[in-house]
């Protein structure tokens, strides 16, 4: 069964998680942009479809996995459960930007990212449609610690269609941030990188995390 719940947390922490985007991804996709001659909102559609796409794949991959890690005791069920637990009040505390800790974990996609990056060499130079999907197909694999973070959450649920649903809402949630240029989205972010924002948002995450502790243990 796909708990609402876990969508709309996933949701919210690509929201207000999108200020992260915003530098990682956000320079690529203004060049994006600036370089379309043609369709420039369908190529970034394009773009950030791709880039979506992968975070659904990288969902589905760590949900299996943590399926399997689940089936073989019950003592890495409690672990990853605890895990599971334990990210969402780092995010909550990240987004909240009260802790930056999560950033820290970037370098473990270093070495993927290093055998990706030069094929997004010559999809930088075209502008069609579909060599924008592929461009952001490979920039989905970018190493981001807010990204990393989420799939280890996704992963302690243990099921692949909740994981690969997850990371689709935190695929959408991040969207805003990179559509800045337009009056509504620039007001909507705006909105969610407020203090106030950020902070309720942070709370909910921590709460959440500390709910999903106290079901583990008590």
Request: include cysteine.
């Amino acid at each position: 069964m796909i708990e609402p719940l876990s969508l709309l947390t996933a949701l919210l922490l690509g929201l207000f998680g999108s200020s992260h985007c915003l530098v990682m991804c956000g320079g690529i996709a203004a060049a994006i942009g600036s370089r379309s001659q043609h369709q420039p909102l369908l190529t970034a559609l394009a773009f950030n479809g791709g880039r979506i796409t992968s975070y659904v794949v990288a969902g589905l991959i760590v949900s299996v996995l943590g399926l399997w890690l689940q089936q073989l005791n019950d003592l890495l069920t409690l672990v990853l459960r605890t895990l599971a637990a334990v990210m969402l009040m780092l995010m909550g505390l990240y987004i909240a930007r009260w802790a930056s800790w999560l950033t820290r974990i970037e370098q473990l996609g270093q070495h993927l990212w290093r055998l990706l990056q030069p094929a997004t060499k010559p999809l930088l130079a075209q502008q069609s449609v579909s060599s924008r999907f592929r461009l952001g197909l490979l920039w989905g694999w970018l190493p981001c610690g807010l990204v990393y973070s989420t799939l280890s959450w996704v992963a302690a649920n243990g099921d692949p269609l909740k994981g690969a649903l997850a990371m689709a809402c935190f695929g959408l949630g991040t969207l805003p941030a990179l559509f800045a240029s337009g009056l509504a989205a620039s007001s909507l972010n705006r909105l969610l990188n407020h203090n106030i924002s950020r902070r309720i948002a942070g709370l909910l995450l921590i709460s959440y995390g500390l709910w999903t502790a106290a079901a583990i243990w008590l």
